[in-house]
């Protein structure tokens, strides 16, 4: 290889953070020359004021720096024309056509739902956490948030406020934050703005963009945090997906549980499966040794026993203990699980993440390729 050819092949394997994918499979890298010790290098972005520009120069910048035998790199960045636009938005669907939900039930996507009987109980912290935590084991992962009126996604982890998604044509490319690919009603809102008098056909249009529009690529998992109680958005899932799996929290307090049971059931009305309770707020001990069970006790083994039913068993799959650091990360946009691993909270979602991150897909549901001869 030239040097010239090595300078391209450093440069096409930057990742473009959007879209996740090298920049020389997605058509970016235009020319590369070099002069002696001085490489030049041109590339194109997809749009004008592209967020990832400053990144993505800087990006290519260093990897034509690392190639040995050059010491001087200049980057000329242009804008791709309409018509490679559209090869590109054609070459990441990959065939499918425009506007399509990708995670129907041949989908090798895992959806899960975590879901809530009642407010208040922790669900969109311990989503986001989920999240991260899922990411940290190198899976790819997405998060819708569903909770329209309620939505907390974006701050939990640290995204600005005022960012939105990248519009390519007529694909959305969902901000990252920590790994995870995520998109919410709050992105489209001014600061401070509320969601009023949205009612059913207006929460279903938009719950189905966000699963339809919104360019998430290949994902292993996609969590999504849903509104509390069974209403319009519950409904509309689970005709959108029926075959998702489901995750109820609740905490040990007997008033949530008997609602998050109701939660679950309603789930599996509509054919999805709930695959085990997370049960938040549990007791914490204090630093004296003394064992505080502010919600009470018991909740979520209540939950996993009423909803394990005709030989299906629903199981308790983590106890979260109240946590001034889970808190105090949610706050911040820095989730628990990477700001302080080792606290007794976030040790408790890792491991819910093990647990949940090595079970597949499963078969039911899902067509397979058979042909008879």
Known sequence: MTLADRVRAAVAAVSDPELRRPIGDLDMVRDVAVDGDAAQVSIVLTIVGCPAAQRIEQDVRDAAASV??????????????????RALTEKLRAGR????????????????????????????????????????????????????????????????PGTQPTRIDDLMLPPVAHDVKTVSIGMFLREGEAVVAWRGPMLHRTVQQFLTDVFFGDLDVLLIDMPPGTGDVAISIGQLLPHAEVLVVTTPQPAAADVAIRSGLVARQTGQKVIGVVENMAAFTLPDGTVLDLFGSGGGAEVARALSADGEQVPLLASVPLSPALRAGGDAGMPVVLGDPDDVAARSIIALAEKIGHRGRGLPGRSLPLTLS
């Open 68 to 85: 040995p035998g050059i010491s001087e790199v200049s980057v000329d960045v242009g804008v791709m024309t309409p018509d490679e636009r």
């Open 97 to 160: 056509p425009a506007r399509q939900m990708p995670f129907g039930p041949d989908s090798l996507t895992r959806v899960i739902l975590v879901s809530s009987g009642k407010g208040g109980v922790g669900k969109s912290t311990l989503t986001a956490n989920l999240a991260v935590a899922l990411a940290g084991q190198g899976l790819r992962v997405g998060l819708v948030d569903a909770d329209v009126h309620g939505f907390s996604i974006p701050g939990l982890l640290g995204i600005a």
